[in-house]
């Protein structure tokens, strides 16, 4: 019996909504198995039961093992998975999480398929990170001078707050301990944040990879939508963590990282600029009763969508 392209019968509504999720759940060196509507982690301690409905991204690292009846409750369930290395610090893959609909996306496809509206999708993201900046009419070149200086006064400010010493950026891709503690932290909260982004992407259904600001990777998106919120929640974070030192600077920066972003709903407020800066109609999917379930047509002439699951051989004039 096939079974090719089956899915669970829950319906987005019956879901637990990303904005009520936990944002992420870190898991290393366990099996994660399915108990139940349930996911279990085994290690050496015992195991851990996780209600798979209220996660937002489970991040896998170094020596997981994930049954397939596992990835099948997350699946229903409208989690997203991401496959992550040591400390969560690099980012692997990806699991499909959730989407019925494809107005987000082409939505999302509309503004950056157009260089005009692009540019304004861009301008938009930069007003969200820096409200007190006015980036109508700045060009791209403009707006990135304008990003520079504000993570450089970002980095100086976290480090008068907390005491941490701060010399500049460093980011060693092949030894992460070779950065001092809030370069550490700092790497360990941007990739907890991609890993979080490209969950809500995907259960939203747009692409990752058609970005606005960023550009030829194929989380480009992603990436935009992580920096919308990197200096407000993921650098105050990691300079939290790093006061206490470089030992374990990733762990810690992951459970601050983690409260900060439940305690601001961040999840909620990510769906909500993620619709806003893609100016997507609320009212009109209502309307077409796709958030109901699986919604497919066929696409005619005039921009005239008609019924799928039907043969219109007899209706055409050749």
Same mark, same amino acid.
């Given at each position: 019996?096939?079974?090719?392209?089956?899915?669970?019968?829950?319906?987005?509504?019956?879901?637990?909504?990303?904005?009520?999720?936990?944002?992420?759940?870190?898991?290393?060196?366990?099996?994660?198995?399915?108990?139940?509507?349930?996911? !279990?982690? !085994?290690?050496?301690?015992?195991?851990?039961?996780?209600?798979?409905?209220?996660?937002?991204?489970?991040?896998?690292?170094?020596?997981?093992?994930?049954?397939?009846?596992?990835?099948?409750?997350?699946?229903?369930?409208?989690?997203?998975?991401?496959?992550?290395?040591?400390?969560? =610090?690099?980012?692997?893959?990806?699991? +499909?999480?959730?989407?019925?609909?494809?107005?987000?996306?082409?939505?999302?496809?509309?503004?950056?398929?157009?260089?005009?509206?692009?540019?304004?999708?861009?301008?938009?993201?930069?007003?969200?990170?820096?409200?007190?900046?006015?980036?109508? @009419?700045?060009?791209?070149?403009?707006?990135?001078?304008?990003?520079?200086? +504000?993570?450089?006064?970002?980095?100086?400010?976290?480090?008068?707050? !907390?005491?941490?010493?701060?010399?500049?950026?460093?980011?060693?891709?092949?030894?992460?301990?070779?950065?001092?503690?809030?370069?550490?932290?700092?790497?360990?909260?941007?990739?907890?944040?991609?890993?979080?982004?490209?969950?809500?992407?995907?259960?939203?259904?747009?692409?990752?990879?058609?970005?606005? =600001?960023?550009?030829?990777?194929?989380?480009?998106?992603?990436?935009?939508?992580?920096?919308?919120?990197?200096?407000? =929640?993921?650098?105050?974070?990691?300079?939290?963590?790093?006061?206490?030192?470089?030992?374990?600077?990733?762990? +810690?920066?992951?459970?601050?990282?983690?409260?900060?972003?439940?305690? !601001?709903?961040?999840?909620?407020?990510?769906?909500?600029?993620?619709? @806003?800066?893609?100016?997507?109609?609320?009212?009109?999917?209502?309307?077409?009763?796709?958030?109901?379930?699986?919604?497919?047509?066929?696409?005619?002439?005039?921009?005239?969508?008609?019924?799928?699951?039907?043969?219109?051989?007899?209706?055409?004039?050749?």
């Amino acid at each position: 019996m096939s079974t090719v392209a089956r899915r669970g019968a829950a319906a987005p509504r019956e879901l637990a909504r990303v904005g009520d999720r936990l944002s992420f759940v870190y898991l290393e060196r366990c099996v994660v198995h399915r108990a139940d509507n349930a996911i !279990t982690a !085994t290690d050496a301690e015992g195991v851990t039961h996780i209600p798979s409905a209220t996660i937002g991204t489970l991040l896998l690292g170094p020596g997981t093992r994930v049954t397939h009846q596992a990835m099948s409750v997350l699946g229903e369930c409208g989690a997203g998975v991401a496959w992550v290395g040591e400390h969560g =610090v690099r980012f692997y893959a990806g699991g +499909r999480a959730l989407t019925r609909s494809s107005a987000l996306v082409e939505a999302q496809a509309t503004a950056w398929a157009n260089l005009r509206t692009r540019l304004d999708v861009a301008r938009s993201m930069y007003r969200l990170r820096f409200p007190d900046e006015d980036p109508a @009419g700045r060009t791209r070149q403009q707006l990135l001078g304008l990003e520079g200086d +504000r993570l450089r006064a970002c980095y100086r400010a976290e480090s008068a707050r !907390t005491g941490v010493p701060w010399r500049r950026r460093e980011y060693n891709r092949d030894d992460f301990a070779a950065g001092d503690a809030p370069n550490q932290g700092i790497t360990a909260a941007a990739q907890c944040m991609y890993g979080i982004a490209h969950a809500v992407v995907t259960a939203l259904g747009c692409s990752p990879a058609l970005g606005f =600001v960023h550009s030829g990777h194929e989380r480009s998106f992603v990436m935009d939508i992580a920096d919308l919120y990197k200096t407000e =929640v993921a650098i105050p974070a990691a300079f939290d963590a790093a006061v206490e030192g470089p030992e374990d600077v990733a762990a +810690r920066t992951r459970r601050a990282l983690r409260d900060r972003i439940n305690k !601001t709903r961040l999840l909620d407020r990510c769906v909500r600029d993620i619709k @806003g800066l893609l100016r997507f109609d609320e009212t009109a999917e209502d309307a077409s009763g796709s958030s109901d379930g699986d919604r497919v047509t066929l696409q005619s002439d005039h921009g005239t969508e008609v019924e799928s699951g039907r043969n219109y051989a007899d209706e055409i004039i050749w």
